[in-house]
């Protein structure tokens, strides 16, 4: 059964770190890309970065670029997302999933809608 498991949100002050988990079992994970999204009540899914498990091609959403580093290891089935410099606007539940490697691409931020099955979420909350 595939399943995917988020881990490692949690309260952090603006400026703060923190680095998120996704364990995935019932599949190769190198075949595979994996993307991070993120979602706040009332507003739209926003894809935050995705990478190729394969190759270890990644692609990030503007505000993050610089701040948010994603890395795999495929022999762990694990991908992480380190997150530096954390701002309030960072706030939200963050969820990873898996899609065919295509999916991962510039335009990986309005292809939630192919990317399935989800992880439960970890919810992420920046405040002083």
């Known amino acids: 059964q595939v399943q995917l498991v988020e881990s490692g949100g949690g309260l952090v002050q603006p400026g703060g770190s923190l680095r998120l988990s996704c364990a995935a079992s019932?599949?190769?994970?190198?075949?595979?890309?994996i993307g991070w999204f993120r979602q706040v009540p009332g507003k739209e899914r926003e894809g935050v970065s995705c990478i190729k498990t394969g190759g270890g091609i990644t692609y990030y959403e503007d505000s993050v670029k610089g701040r948010f580093t994603i890395s795999k290891d495929n022999a762990k089935n694990t991908v992480w997302l380190q997150m530096n410099s954390l701002k309030p606007e960072d706030t939200a539940v963050y969820y990873c999933a898996v899609a065919d490697p295509r999916y991962c691409s510039s335009t990986f931020g309005t292809s939630g809608d192919n990317y399935g099955p989800w992880g439960q979420g970890t919810q992420v909350t920046v405040s002083s």
């Open positions: 019932g599949f190769r994970l190198g075949y595979y890309a």
